[in-house]
């Protein structure tokens, strides 16, 4: 009786780990909106996900709260995709995300194990968002409420996780391109420069802000550091927009004459 048991006792293992790779496969892309949305409180949602976990597309939007009625959904369809690779010599499970409004080409994330740690690092990136959606970020986006283009510029980033913490490496360029605000009637402001960078031999992120061209003139630098951003700087208005930008110089800072001052951390 055991020896004739025995055929069917592995059939039905090898049925459910049939099922349960396919399950696992086959994953539809509802769960992987369902995490995201609890995993972020609801503040970023995927909607009318479609396809599978590991292959799929939905509908961006960023949701400031229950409590809050701002909500910024991302133009056209975002796509991602799952996938194994060798992008730098090791292996490593990849993470490609493709959206219709923004992104020239795929942004690729990658995640790989080495005898240093764990190491997270990009492709290149040179991707262009629309700056309404801030306004489902909540504070003070939804005041300010800008307008314009945000485009980020990388040839490639990493963060290794080595027994000391988190090493940071890269540069990143944010340019704030054609701002404008619905708390102020000049209209742009002007676009804006935010450089991130880190070098493997130290733990912080430096920040430059300068300004290419407007009306509204911002500075400032600080250093990121883990959950810890420290930044000190000014905006000012250009010859002739003191009195337009009088408003806007009082919501965004501490005014100190004709100055507003900008100090986190």
């Not at 949602?45 to 991302?74: E, H, K």
């Not at 009082?250 to 004709?258: D, K, L, V």
Request: glycine share 14%; net charge positive.
């Amino acid at each position: 009786m055991t020896l004739s048991r025995r055929p069917v006792q592995a059939a039905w293992i090898g049925g459910l780990c049939g099922l349960l790779l396919a399950l696992l496969l086959f994953a539809p892309a509802r769960w992987l909106a369902q995490a995201v949305a609890q995993g972020t409180g609801e503040r970023v949602l995927l909607l009318q996900p479609r396809g599978t976990v590991w292959n799929g597309s939905a509908r961006l939007v960023l949701d400031a709260g229950l409590q809050s009625q701002d909500r910024t959904t991302l133009p056209g369809t975002l796509r991602w995709r799952w996938q194994w690779g060798w992008p730098d010599g090791r292996p490593a499970i990849g993470l490609q995300l493709d959206a219709d409004c923004c992104t020239r080409a795929p942004l690729a994330l990658w995640l790989s194990a080495g005898w240093k740690g764990l190491r997270w690092h990009t492709g290149p990136i040179d991707t262009t968002w629309p700056a309404p959606l801030l306004t489902g970020l909540g504070t003070p986006w939804n005041t300010l409420q800008l307008d314009g283009q945000l485009r980020l510029q990388a040839d490639g980033l990493s963060l290794q996780r080595t027994a000391g913490g988190l090493r940071p490496q890269g540069r990143l360029t944010l340019d704030a391109l054609g701002m404008a605000s619905r708390v102020s009637t000049v209209r742009p402001l002007g676009s804006y420069r935010l450089v991130f960078d880190a070098a493997g031999d130290r733990a912080d992120i430096g920040l430059q802000l300068q300004t290419l061209e407007g009306s509204l003139l911002l500075q400032g630098q600080g250093q990121w550091r883990g959950q810890r951003l420290r930044f000190v700087g000014d905006a000012r208005a250009a010859a002739g927009k003191e009195a337009a930008l009088a408003n806007l110089l009082n919501i965004i800072g501490r005014r100190q004459g004709e100055r507003s001052i900008l100090s986190f951390g």
